[in-house]
């Protein structure tokens, strides 16, 4: 190398003071000018020296780079990505993006990972002026892998303060081809969640939450409730699977963004949406049962425009399974319809109309009866005629990057005629929502508001005499949620609802929701929330009675209120190729204060008052999923205190097991063959004589065969041990001319075989 003393000077200024780069750079440039003028000579000198400056400005500028993390799929931002960067970590933004300053010139990688996920290292060249945009590709069937929008912020489930559990595409197909006619079996099969039949005779059943009766559930259909009092009865029996993306189960009180009624918790049915790609999917089943299924779906988006449809049939004839000379399973006929038109007038605006038709007729009591053979000796029949008429209006648009807005409507006509050999009533219920609302998304934070109008009206038509006359439920309200990522892995949510009832005053319902996530494996929940109920004669009640049996709820009832606490830990262990394990324990507890209870006089007229004691449901939830070598194994176990403290004996919420475990078993042994089994103990229930009922065991499988992409065929069994309550003991008591049931404890249709073909192009 050529040196001489200018350039040794030069070069010791610029190593020894970087803070006087610039101007010891601009005097020396102008001195090259001035010597070169003159001595053309010295041109290779300055050349190298020039060099030299280059180098060295080189060495000692700085660069800022900048990352967005999106979905592969659908190109949604990512958040809470972890993004290591020369042993420097950090966490992307709401929006996907996350920022590296002052980085040296070169060659540095960069490693992206995040739950549900493949990790990805990236190789970066600085300088680099460009956003750097990296896709992250999701591993297949993991749960946390999935946006929900019951908590109204559409983010990722790891992420959510309100614990949500999702059953997603895969248990929707699954499910379709085990039980195509409705979703009460896979509702059950979590963990914390009983189904609970309440009618032996028509096959009505409930869903009861963390051991609270069937009326502190609230359901939903893409956000919007629709079955609740008269219109709740058969509303999840009507509900078949292939109609929906996915279930969304919240456990503990939700009422401060959907209102009342959300106790011990909720259940919000998401439908599915046209993709480009399309979906066109025919389902036929047949059981041992005599029930045979066919339901189709079809769907395709468009440019502007969109649709979708669902039509389904179910026909089932009545079974005596323990030939007691009545139907253990109704007659029953089902036709729904679910059309919906989806409009893209921009990219940024959605508008879905839809309508949804049920149609059914129930059937049951004296099968010789039902046989057409009616005599004096057999009369006793129960018929359900029911229809229900739904409307929907949804409009979703982004107002800005950061701003969207939400209006949703539905009307609902519910139509039910009860005829038996005593009794003949005809009732309507209206049922309507209206919603407006906005979330608003910023870096730390996002707000959802909105105001709500909902309200029902029962109204009794032409029919025999009954105590209760019409009337009607009207709310408005006001809701306000703030979510705050105060931390990067800290995010608390607060949310206040204030609520307007024209029968029961005003009503105030904060909530308040923590998540912690120590590291990768480990993260924590916390919430606390208020509730109320409002009183309806016409709710579900541990025991189905009579609608002639109902008196007016009494003017001097109070609603029910409530506050629930939920706690729960999660650790989460992936490795290998789809390896992971994930175990989460939560904790429970339900106050609920002025309880409704439901009296039995003597006369067999049932009334209605608050207790003056709460009723106190607590406990703990341990939830265990393992994938491993094509393996899936899935745990659960629950356990209940319910008590109606109230009461100086048998405190015990009826029919509410201590103890509940379950477990499933699944594998995929081929491409195309895949098995399961599934078990269940149900530990002992309190009856209201003070008595308990025995455990039991149920267990089911299935075996799966994929002919191709197209063709699916599927053999299943449920309770394969054939366990029945009426092998324990008489389902009723009396004659066979007038029957008086006992409550419902374990299965009565013993064991069903059933095959079924899917088609899918």
């Given at each position: 190398m050529i040196e001489n003393e200018d350039t040794k000077i030069f070069s010791t200024s610029i190593h020894s003071n970087p803070q006087a780069n610039k101007i010891a750079v601009n005097n020396e440039v102008n001195k090259l000018i001035f010597k070169l003028s003159f001595n053309f000579a010295a041109m290779k000198k300055y050349v190298q020296l020039l060099g030299i400056m280059m180098i060295s400005l080189s060495a000692f500028s700085q660069n800022s780079l900048r990352i967005v993390v999106k979905d592969s799929i659908n190109g949604e931002p990512l958040s809470n990505v972890s993004v290591v960067l020369n042993r420097e970590g950090k966490a992307t933004g709401r929006d996907g993006l996350v920022?590296?300053?002052?980085?040296t010139s070169g060659n540095h990688d960069a490693v992206f990972s995040v739950?549900?996920?493949?990790?990805?290292?990236?190789?970066?060249?600085?300088?680099?002026?460009?956003?750097?945009i990296v896709l992250l590709q999701r591993r297949e069937a993991v749960l946390e892998d999935v946006t929900i929008s019951t908590t109204r912020t559409n983010q990722r489930i790891e992420n959510s303060p309100l614990k949500v559990e999702v059953l997603g595409k895969e248990e929707m197909d699954e499910e379709n081809a085990i039980r195509p006619a409705n979703i009460m079996s896979l509702i059950g099969d979590i963990s914390g969640i009983q189904i609970q039949q309440s009618s032996a005779v028509s096959g009505n059943a409930n869903v009861r939450i963390q051991g609270l009766e069937g009326r502190y559930t609230?359901?939903?259909?893409?956000?919007?409730?629709?079955?609740?009092?008269?219109?709740?009865?058969?509303?999840?029996?009507?509900?078949?699977?292939?109609?929906?993306?996915?279930?969304?189960?919240?456990?503990?009180?939700?009422?401060?963004l959907y209102g009342g009624g959300a106790i011990g918790g909720?259940?919000?049915?998401?439908?599915?949406?046209?993709t480009v790609k399309g979906e066109d999917i025919l389902t036929l089943n047949q059981t041992t049962l005599k029930e045979s299924d066919v339901n189709a779906y079809v769907s395709k988006r468009y440019k502007n425009i969109g649709y979708s449809f669902f039509?389904?049939?179910?026909?089932q004839n009545f079974a005596d399974v323990n030939h007691d000379e009545l139907s253990d399973v109704p007659k029953l006929n089902t036709f729904i319809i679910h059309p919906r038109l989806f409009f893209y007038p921009s990219q940024k605006t959605t508008i879905i109309a839809g309508y949804s038709g049920t149609f059914e007729k129930r059937e049951g009591g004296d099968v010789f009866v039902l046989r057409g053979e009616k005599n004096s000796s057999h009369q006793y029949f129960e018929n359900n005629k029911?229809?229900?008429?739904?409307?929907?209006?949804?409009?979703?648009?982004?107002?800005?990057?950061?701003?969207?807005?939400?209006?949703?409507?539905?009307?609902s006509n519910f139509d039910r005629t009860i005829e038996t050999d005593t009794h003949f009533f005809h009732g309507q219920e209206l049922n309507y929502y209206t919603e407006a609302s906005v979330l608003l998304s910023a870096d730390k934070m996002d707000w959802v508001g909105g105001i709500n109008f909902i309200g029902d009206e029962f109204r009794k038509k032409v029919s025999d005499p009954i105590l209760l006359h019409d009337f009607d439920n009207r709310t408005v309200g006001a809701f306000l949620q703030n979510t705050f990522r105060f931390k990067e892995n800290d995010i608390l949510e607060t949310g206040l609802r204030l609520d307007h009832h024209f029968n029961y005053g005003n009503f105030v319902l904060p909530r308040i929701a923590l998540f912690h996530r120590f590291n990768e494996a480990w993260a924590s929940r916390f919430g606390i929330g208020a509730g109320y109920k409002t009183p309806n004669a016409l709710a579900p009640q541990n025991v189905e009675y009579d609608i002639e049996q109902l008196s007016p709820v009494d003017n001097k009832v109070k609603a029910e209120k409530s506050y629930g606490f939920n706690a729960e830990v999660n650790y989460k262990k992936e490795w290998g190729e789809g390896n992971s394990f994930f175990i989460n324990q939560a904790f429970f507890l339900t106050r609920l204060h002025s309880p409704v209870v439901a009296t039995e006089l003597p006369s067999g007229v049932v009334q209605f008052a608050n207790a003056d004691k709460p009723v106190i449901s607590k406990g703990f939830d341990t939830y265990v999923q393992w994938e491993v070598n094509d393996w899936e194994i899935y745990a659960g176990y629950t356990f209940t205190i319910a008590e109606r403290k109230y009461l100086s004996q048998n405190k015990f919420v009826p029919l509410t097991p201590k103890n509940r475990f379950a477990t499933v078993i699944a594998k995929e042994i081929t491409e195309k063959l895949r098995a399961g089994l599934e078990s269940s103990y149900t530990g002992r229930q309190h009856r209201m004589d003070a008595t308990t009922t025995p455990g039991y065991l149920f267990v089911a499988a299935m075996i799966g065969y994929n002919f191709n992409s197209h063709?699916?065929?599927?053999?299943?069994?449920?309770?394969l041990l054939d366990y029945r309550q009426s092998k324990q003991e008489a389902l009723y008591e009396g004659s066979l001319l007038h029957p008086e049931f006992k409550p419902l404890w374990a299965p009565i249709d013993g064991r069903v075989l059933n095959l079924s073909l899917r088609l899918k192009k």
């Amino acid at each position: 190398m050529i040196e001489n003393e200018d350039t040794k000077i030069f070069s010791t200024s610029i190593h020894s003071n970087p803070q006087a780069n610039k101007i010891a750079v601009n005097n020396e440039v102008n001195k090259l000018i001035f010597k070169l003028s003159f001595n053309f000579a010295a041109m290779k000198k300055y050349v190298q020296l020039l060099g030299i400056m280059m180098i060295s400005l080189s060495a000692f500028s700085q660069n800022s780079l900048r990352i967005v993390v999106k979905d592969s799929i659908n190109g949604e931002p990512l958040s809470n990505v972890s993004v290591v960067l020369n042993r420097e970590g950090k966490a992307t933004g709401r929006d996907g993006l996350v920022v590296f300053p002052d980085l040296t010139s070169g060659n540095h990688d960069a490693v992206f990972s995040v739950v549900g996920y493949i990790s990805k290292t990236v190789s970066v060249q600085i300088p680099d002026t460009s956003v750097l945009i990296v896709l992250l590709q999701r591993r297949e069937a993991v749960l946390e892998d999935v946006t929900i929008s019951t908590t109204r912020t559409n983010q990722r489930i790891e992420n959510s303060p309100l614990k949500v559990e999702v059953l997603g595409k895969e248990e929707m197909d699954e499910e379709n081809a085990i039980r195509p006619a409705n979703i009460m079996s896979l509702i059950g099969d979590i963990s914390g969640i009983q189904i609970q039949q309440s009618s032996a005779v028509s096959g009505n059943a409930n869903v009861r939450i963390q051991g609270l009766e069937g009326r502190y559930t609230q359901v939903l259909r893409d956000g919007m409730p629709l079955f609740e009092g008269f219109s709740g009865n058969f509303g999840l029996l009507t509900i078949p699977p292939l109609d929906l993306k996915q279930i969304e189960l919240v456990k503990g009180s939700a009422s401060t963004l959907y209102g009342g009624g959300a106790i011990g918790g909720l259940i919000n049915l998401i439908s599915k949406r046209p993709t480009v790609k399309g979906e066109d999917i025919l389902t036929l089943n047949q059981t041992t049962l005599k029930e045979s299924d066919v339901n189709a779906y079809v769907s395709k988006r468009y440019k502007n425009i969109g649709y979708s449809f669902f039509g389904g049939y179910t026909r089932q004839n009545f079974a005596d399974v323990n030939h007691d000379e009545l139907s253990d399973v109704p007659k029953l006929n089902t036709f729904i319809i679910h059309p919906r038109l989806f409009f893209y007038p921009s990219q940024k605006t959605t508008i879905i109309a839809g309508y949804s038709g049920t149609f059914e007729k129930r059937e049951g009591g004296d099968v010789f009866v039902l046989r057409g053979e009616k005599n004096s000796s057999h009369q006793y029949f129960e018929n359900n005629k029911t229809k229900r008429n739904t409307g929907e209006l949804i409009i979703e648009s982004n107002l800005s990057s950061r701003l969207k807005g939400t209006i949703k409507t539905s009307l609902s006509n519910f139509d039910r005629t009860i005829e038996t050999d005593t009794h003949f009533f005809h009732g309507q219920e209206l049922n309507y929502y209206t919603e407006a609302s906005v979330l608003l998304s910023a870096d730390k934070m996002d707000w959802v508001g909105g105001i709500n109008f909902i309200g029902d009206e029962f109204r009794k038509k032409v029919s025999d005499p009954i105590l209760l006359h019409d009337f009607d439920n009207r709310t408005v309200g006001a809701f306000l949620q703030n979510t705050f990522r105060f931390k990067e892995n800290d995010i608390l949510e607060t949310g206040l609802r204030l609520d307007h009832h024209f029968n029961y005053g005003n009503f105030v319902l904060p909530r308040i929701a923590l998540f912690h996530r120590f590291n990768e494996a480990w993260a924590s929940r916390f919430g606390i929330g208020a509730g109320y109920k409002t009183p309806n004669a016409l709710a579900p009640q541990n025991v189905e009675y009579d609608i002639e049996q109902l008196s007016p709820v009494d003017n001097k009832v109070k609603a029910e209120k409530s506050y629930g606490f939920n706690a729960e830990v999660n650790y989460k262990k992936e490795w290998g190729e789809g390896n992971s394990f994930f175990i989460n324990q939560a904790f429970f507890l339900t106050r609920l204060h002025s309880p409704v209870v439901a009296t039995e006089l003597p006369s067999g007229v049932v009334q209605f008052a608050n207790a003056d004691k709460p009723v106190i449901s607590k406990g703990f939830d341990t939830y265990v999923q393992w994938e491993v070598n094509d393996w899936e194994i899935y745990a659960g176990y629950t356990f209940t205190i319910a008590e109606r403290k109230y009461l100086s004996q048998n405190k015990f919420v009826p029919l509410t097991p201590k103890n509940r475990f379950a477990t499933v078993i699944a594998k995929e042994i081929t491409e195309k063959l895949r098995a399961g089994l599934e078990s269940s103990y149900t530990g002992r229930q309190h009856r209201m004589d003070a008595t308990t009922t025995p455990g039991y065991l149920f267990v089911a499988a299935m075996i799966g065969y994929n002919f191709n992409s197209h063709i699916n065929l599927v053999l299943n069994c449920e309770n394969l041990l054939d366990y029945r309550q009426s092998k324990q003991e008489a389902l009723y008591e009396g004659s066979l001319l007038h029957p008086e049931f006992k409550p419902l404890w374990a299965p009565i249709d013993g064991r069903v075989l059933n095959l079924s073909l899917r088609l899918k192009k």
